[in-house]
């Protein structure tokens, strides 16, 4: 079984730090687990830390009044989030909850930015994340705004082939109700162009799994280039 420091040395926030840091890390951090439906926080909750995804998915949403959902974020093992606790103090932003069994790490603010106060290094691995974070919300809100559902699909469906290291076969982790809602779009809607999108082969669908048929007629979609 991996010791603590040994799970936070493959963190990629972390990487690229000393064996000192990784074990002042494991004395600070906070071994959580959730099950499926968890929550983990809620908008409005007070920011005590962030977290890191060991094992598991989590969903980050946020709630209109009218109870309607709009996800942020489907992270994986490896990510962190709610790091913008730890700089500003401030309550969260979203919600979160496991979409299934999840083991977290959860980083307390006060005692993780007593340690990037001795070690600036942590504090440039976190603003690299923020700045990768900011950049992925500048993407999302550019597809919401100017790309049709089937080129954000399509961008979808590229980013997770690449995220996850395979480049033909992709296994959607969330169902198409909550892939509709990080797409804004309705689950209708969506499995009429996964339907198309089977048809003129750029992907073939079994079950959850998607694989990649036509990269290059995919990247065109997502480009705007073409369209369905």
Do not use: C, W
């Not at 339907?195 to 065109?220: C, H, P």
């Amino acid at each position: 079984m991996k010791r603590i420091s040994e799970h936070i040395a493959a963190i990629p926030l972390f990487q690229g730090l000393t064996a000192q840091h990784y074990d002042e890390l494991a004395m600070i951090v906070v071994d959580q687990e959730f099950p499926r439906g968890g929550q983990i926080f809620a908008e409005g909750d007070a920011g005590h830390g962030f977290y890191v995804i060991i094992d598991g998915r989590v969903k980050i949403f946020k709630l209109s009044f009218d109870g309607k959902e709009q996800i942020l974020h489907i992270l994986g093992p490896g990510e962190p989030f709610a790091e913008v606790a730890v700089f500003t103090g401030s309550t969260y932003p979203a919600n979160a909850i496991a979409l299934e069994k999840s083991r977290l790490f959860f980083f307390p603010r006060r005692a993780f930015a007593e340690l990037i106060a001795r070690e600036p290094a942590l504090a440039m691995n976190m603003l690299a994340t923020l700045s990768l974070r900011l950049k992925q919300f500048a993407h999302m809100i550019e597809a919401l705004s100017l790309k049709e559902v089937p080129g954000r699909l399509a961008a979808y469906i590229l980013v997770d082939s690449r995220q996850n290291g395979k480049e033909q076969a992709v296994r959607l982790a969330v169902s198409k109700t909550q892939l509709a809602s990080l797409l804004g779009t309705i689950p209708e809607t969506l499995s009429r162009i996964l339907a198309k999108m089977n048809r003129q082969g750029l992907i073939a669908i079994d079950g959850s799994t998607i694989t990649i048929v036509d990269r290059e007629g995919l990247v065109a979609l997502a480009d705007g280039e073409t369209r369905l």
